[in-house]
């Protein structure tokens, strides 16, 4: 099934696999209020008009539409929390809480599904675009919607792949994800330096300005250094001298 297909109908395939418990949609009055002034994602609406909620094989919960707003008010007054208030708590999986960044404003790269450690409600990792395409999959589902970027580069990286590992990097990662964009960048760099391309650069560049940006205040010049001296020793490993020297020279110039 593409994962561009209609919404209703991918719904429709998650609520027939084996092992989903789905509770049965409510209609007219008695249906869950979605948090006011927050416009309902497609999916989200297209979920909800099928299944009040439900309960995947591994653990996975979708809150019911009507206790979104509830358990997401519950949770920043029980831990005080300091979220945006369009980050919404949808469900839970074991020591995870799931949440749906609807990035109103753009300013947290689109937003998507995030899942959040219950004892670090601070520590966002983004794994999907959409709320369907997240519970494709955890459900193993057959041309599943492409999973967030952070992911997909941390995978490809573990391959090896060199024109995912691209695709996923040339998209905007989500904020908080600064080391695993310095990591899969670096290790862009070094596969790109073990073919010659001098594209590598650009990648170790990239790589270099993601640490950075992670890096406590007034650490930037030494990580800068640091940085660039771990390009350096990538390109020397990948036998690409000239591009080592390339990352010796940035580093020595602060560039």
Known sequence: MSAGGDLASRVAALLARAGVEARPASTGG???????????PPDVAALYAAADGLALPDGTLLLPRGDVARATAWLAEERSLDWAPDLLIIGEREDLVIVLDLDVEGARAGGGVLEVPTDGLASFQRVARSVVGYLER????????????????REAAARRDVPALADALAEAMYPGAERQT????????????ARGD?????????????????????????????????CEIAAREAGAEAIAAACAARGRGGG
Request: zero cysteines; proline letters at 6%.
């Open 30 to 40: 008695d249906a869950g209020a979605w948090p006011a002034g927050l416009a309902e």
């Open 138 to 153: 955890r459900l193993g589902v057959a041309g599943a919607e492409a999973a967030s970027p952070e992911v997909r580069a």
């Open 182 to 193: 310095a990591h899969a960048a670096l290790t862009l760099g070094a596969l790109l330096s």
């Open 198 to 230: 001098e594209a590598a650069m650009d990648a170790f560049a990239r790589s270099v300005e993601a640490r950075v940006a992670a890096a406590p205040r007034g650490a930037a010049g030494p990580e800068r250094l640091a940085a660039w001296r771990a």
